[in-house]
């Protein structure tokens, strides 16, 4: 599935919910079924900076797609991470660098996260697109 | 007008002195439990502010014009009442800053000409960070060494500890009187007299101590006692030190400029006299006056008043919060003010910050910039309330039930 679509659907799966607080229900739902980062790659480069919770974000690449994995010690956190993985993971680099990413304004999260926590945010996309820059360089 | 009572039983007309209280947050009424952070603001306050950009708004010290000489005649009264409050010697040994982590830099930085590499200088595990970090840097200019007092599993200073940190190598000792991130009230007098017993002098962060009790700075022989207004129901970018004559007087100025001078030549400035020494530039004049208003305000609720008052929350929230399953309360000193640090079973503090700011109710998750303290419990952060004498049992009750439903959802 195309990141375009893949947006789209975690924008209707939101859509059914009325209040924030099912949305975090759902946030933690998902926050359960990260692909979790082996321990290995649980280093301080791997840390993203900003965040109130810790995060670390990893990324591999398979046959021309990028692979991330993700851990956090904050469970929201998590299910935050899981979305940006869900729509990233299994994509190519040059998919993933020139994607625009909207659906987090339009599930109202952005508006929803204090400014530091969506300062923590737009590290975590940073660092997908960083990676993703980084392999389409290897190729 | 409110005259000194019981809280309890006035604690609606309280409430109405404060507008924001009426605020709604996601819906929700706001339940502001982050007084800690910074206390909201009564009318008299607000007022004052306005009032003055409306009626009054010159410069201070210089203009000979009637807007320029009243409003110099209400700063100068503020630091009278400021003086009359800590009870210092003369109003000339209070200094107005930006607030407390600016006059603590004032004093840190005056310190760079007193120290040098044999020299040691003594700060507590329970600080904050602006409690912390200008030493550090005094340290790196000068070489001299800082060493810590350390603290006990409930969060008190481990005084016996701190007597053999001690030595005629001490030059300064910095503690706050309560800590921001646990609320434990701290032994200072009995720091300050062990310390003056080595010649050190002593600088007092009582930022969370100010809005909360009497503080006598003579009683207490303090050498330096730094504070914020907007703890106390002032406004942001006001700052209070007192400083004994003394050490102010031997102490250099911090910033060059305008009204801090006797004369100037591009030979030589001599500099004026305290207080503004200490003050260059135009300071916040409108801040400033406000901040009397606020001093005046607690002070006609009384600090006996707010004391027991807020005491009667911390010991009802107390007894409550140990009542949901998991509970662990970081601070078990008898001798607190109402702040409560705690975590529930494993979850992270963030996760219920994060689900009860959607119920309407703010308190602060993290490490409060108090990083060794979270080091020393081995925990990322807490979730820390913090009482003010204008919030209510029911707001606690309000705050009980979020955290059980914050809680099962997180499990």
Known sequence: MKIKEIQDQIVEEFDIFDSWMDKYEYLIELGKSVPVIDDINKTDDNIIKGCQSKVWLHAQENDGFVEFSADSDAIITKGIVSLLIRTFSNQR???IINASLDFIDKIGLRQHLSPNRANGLNNMIKKIKFYAIAFSKTK | ???????????????????????????????????????????????????YYKNLNSNIHRGVH????????????TRKKFSNHFNARSSSEIIFTSGTTHSINLVSSGFTNFLDDKDEIIVSQLEHHSNIVPWQMLCEKTGAKMKVIPMNDKGELDLNAFSNLLSDKTKIVFVNHVSNALGTVNNIQEIIEKSHQVGAAVLIDGAQAVPHFKVD????????????AHKFCGPTGVGILYGKKEWLEKLPAYQGGGEMIDEVTFEKTTYSELPNKFEAGTPNIAGVIASGIALDYINTIGLENIKEYEDYLLNYATEKLLEIDGMKIYGESKNKTSVISFNIGSIHPYDIGSLIDNLGIAVRTGHHCAQPIMDFFKIPGTIRISFCFYNTTEEIDTLINALKKASTMLS
Do not use: H
């Open chain 1, 93 to 95: 680099p040059d998919d």
């Open chain 2, 1 to 51: 007008m409110i005259f000194k009572m019981n809280i309890l039983n006035n604690i609606e007309s309280i409430r109405k002195e404060f507008p924001i209280l009426n605020t709604t947050v996601n819906g929700n009424k706001l339940i502001y439990l982050d007084n800690a952070a910074t206390s909201q603001t009564p009318n008299c306050v607000i007022e004052s502010i306005s009032s």
């Open chain 2, 66 to 77: 009637t807007l320029s000489q009243i409003a110099t005649e209400k700063y100068e009264d």
């Open chain 2, 217 to 228: 700075v003579r009683k207490l022989d303090v050498d330096f006692y730094v504070c914020s």
